[in-house]
């Protein structure tokens, strides 16, 4: 009887890599304080359907998205989230 294998790599921990290299980034993500964290248009839109029809609608080589009434912290803590799969918050919020 043939074994079968499973070979499996997870997503996020490519991600993960990408952005911690810091390659490939198209777009640049500004918190309502004025903060800029860059990321990937194709992770942006695979993971949020509001990413995704704003890149779609507004082609630009490097997108620049204003994101009033969102705090740094609270941006990075979504950026988090899209690149690595978890994130931790705090119970009561910041």
């Known amino acids: 009887m043939d074994e ?3 070979l499996k790599k997870t997503l996020s921990g490519s991600l993960s890599l990408l952005k911690k ?9 500004v918190s309502d304080d004025q903060s800029q964290i ?26 620049l998205l204003f994101l009033g009434g969102i705090s740094s912290y609270h941006l990075q803590l979504v950026t988090d989230y899209i690149y690595h799969g978890e994130v931790k918050v705090h119970e009561k919020g910041y």
């Open 38 to 63: 860059k990321a990937h248009k194709v992770v942006l839109s695979s993971c949020s359907p509001f990413f995704k029809n704003i890149l779609r609608n507004n082609p630009h080589q490097h997108h």
């Open 21 to 29: 290299e810091e390659d490939f980034f198209d777009v640049t993500l």
């Open 4 to 6: 079968k294998y499973c």
